[in-house]
């Protein structure tokens, strides 16, 4: 009952990004409608940055690309967690039942896919978010870009959280 739980927490949180990148496709679709909108406002705010209607377009297609990327990798990790339910599900109470190690095993592997994929997802969404910058400048997209991966490195192989999920006993306060 534990473990159920357990994967019912981790799928509505990948459905919750699943749903927020669907709604941010939509978004992003309805500016491709106002790209002469967008490209008179840009030009009403700086005189330096005069991008043209197929300049916009492209850089939403490309928002709209990252967040399709994101949207299928929450939807797979979704999946692998649903395998994950019905394998877990399949593993004997008996502990000395050959098969109980094996279908653990299996259990383990597509949860640890599941949250790969969940993982790869959530980095797309940061991608997105930097490209943000792109319709704004390109040398923001370049320090937006930077800034992401100093943040995803910090985050994910530098926190206290990794050292502490790797029994580091090196862990410092700040």
């Known amino acids: 009952m534990f473990d159920a739980n357990i994967l019912g927490m ?7 990004f699943a749903s927020g990148s669907i ?16 490209t008179a406002f840009a030009n009403g705010l700086s005189q330096t940055i005069n991008p043209s209607v197929a300049a916009w377009e492209v850089k939403v297609m490309v928002l ?4 399709a990327t ?16 019905v394998v877990m599900a399949a593993v004997p109470s008996a ?3 050959p ?19 969940f993982n790869r997802g959530l980095r797309t969404i940061y991608f997105t978010i930097a490209g943000l910058a792109w319709l704004i400048d390109a040398v923001l997209l370049i ?3 930077l800034l992401t991966v100093w943040l995803i ?18 862990i410092t306060r700040r």
Request: glycine share 4%; charged share 20%.
């Open 10 to 16: 981790l799928r509505q949180g990948t459905m919750f």
């Open 153 to 170: 490195y910090r985050r994910e192989f530098a926190s206290k959280s990794r050292k502490l999920l790797i029994h580091d006993p090196k």
């Open 23 to 38: 709604l941010a496709i939509g978004g992003c679709v309805a500016l491709l409608d106002k790209a002469e909108q967008l």
């Open 143 to 145: 320090i937006a870009t």
């Open 64 to 67: 709209i690309i990252l967040l």
């Open 70 to 85: 994101a949207f299928l990798r929450f939807v797979w990790s979704l999946r692998l967690y649903g395998y994950c339910a």
């Open 99 to 117: 098969d109980a190690q094996r279908l653990a095993t299996q259990s383990a592997y597509l949860a640890n896919r599941a949250a790969n994929s």
């Open 95 to 97: 502990p000395d039942n």
